[in-house]
Structure formats: structure tokens, C-alpha cells
């Protein structure tokens, strides 16, 4: 996840720290939250 923050930063002259781009962004809670449940999905929980 930090290396997507990264390249986020790195690309878009806006984004100034990473915690803006995580309260911001939609398309960032949207990888975010998917990577969630394909972890609860993968656990079997």
C-alpha cells in the first residue's frame, strides 16, 4: 500500500502527504477497502 501511495504523490502535484491522499482520494479507499475484503475472503472468515 505505500508504494501505491507513493506513486499517487509522486504523479499528482496536489497531494501533498499521505494522509490527505487517503481522506481524499475515493479511488485510494476503494483499492483500500477491496484489499480488505480480499483478505477476509481468502481467510474464510
Known sequence: MNEFL???IKRD???KSK???I???PG????F???IANFFCNCKI
Open 6 to 8: 507513493e506513486s499517487i
Open 13 to 15: 502535484p496536489a497531494a
Open 19 to 21: 494522509l490527505s491522499v
Open 23 to 25: 481522506l481524499t482520494y
Open 28 to 31: 485510494v479507499k476503494a483499492v
Open 33 to 35: 477497502m477491496h484489499r
